[in-house]
């Protein structure tokens, strides 16, 4: 099986003649496609731009399937914190305010575990652009009542574990066309099994009325996208988490 990190290089010179996703540098744009994510600057940008395409393509498709438009999302790369409309940021995050996804291309998340496969970075790229998926699609969630925490939490963990799983329907996608293997499919799960709220780690990070879901959660919720084919199948409200 070919891996994604190997075909970026094919990918860039196809995207070379197609335009390029929009990736802004803090304020400056910078448009030219980009392809590896392990070297430079430049390098990083070049795959974080084919991820972000492969996204778009993906997408486009669905939304398209279902008779709607699918709005891309902007890819903002800053470095240490940045202002956003939804406050200040650090690391990745995605801000429903301005349909953008703010990511230091440091990937400081992913060094606090150990993690530096280059579909761990995909991964955390996908669950962004799945957030975004939920903010443009309407998908349905109970609304919380004032001080209702344990409601707050509910709500919390189905949004996230959907991101889970939208980013799975992603994977699957990517892996039908025979980009993945089964050792980029372990990254996604040992990633999403190190951000559980389980781990001794997280326990302290997440605020109160924020959860994301356990490590055995997250990875169920990812295989069930890896092997969905619609946002349908991604309803985490209808179903037990």
């Known amino acids: 099986m070919i891996r994604l990190s190997l075909v970026m290089a094919s990918l860039l010179a196809i995207a070379t003649w197609l335009d390029a996703p929009a990736i802004s540098k803090a304020a400056e744009v910078s448009p030219a496609p980009m392809a590896s994510a392990n070297a430079g600057t430049d390098d990083v940008k070049q795959f974080l ?11 486009n498709a669905t939304f398209k399937a279902g008779g709607s438009t699918y709005e891309e999302p902007k890819l903002v790369l800053f470095t240490g914190l940045i202002a956003t ?50 903010a443009i699609s309407g998908v349905p969630h109970q609304p919380v009542a004032d001080g209702d925490q344990q409601a707050a939490i509910i709500r919390s963990e189905q949004i996230e574990l959907q991101a889970d799983c939208l980013a799975g329907l992603w994977s699957g996608y990517v892996r039908d066309r025979h980009l993945l293997d089964e050792s980029d499919l372990a990254q996604a799960r040992n990633l999403l099994r190190s951000l559980g709220d389980d781990q001794a780690a997280n326990t302290s990070e997440n605020p109160a009325g924020k959860r994301y879901g356990t490590s055995d959660q997250r990875i169920r919720w990812y295989d069930r996208g890896l092997a969905g084919k619609a946002i349908a199948d991604c309803d985490t409200s209808a179903n037990p988490l």
Not at 86 to 102: L, P, Q
């Open 49 to 59: 731009s084919v991820v972000l395409a492969e996204t778009e393509d993906f997408w």
């Open 85 to 134: 409309a939804c406050g200040s940021v650090s690391g990745t995050a995605y801000c429903a305010a301005d349909h953008r996804i703010y990511l230091d291309p440091a990937f400081p998340e992913l060094r606090e575990i150990g993690l530096t496969g280059d579909f761990a970075k995909a991964l955390i790229v996908a669950r962004e652009v799945a957030h975004h998926v939920q």
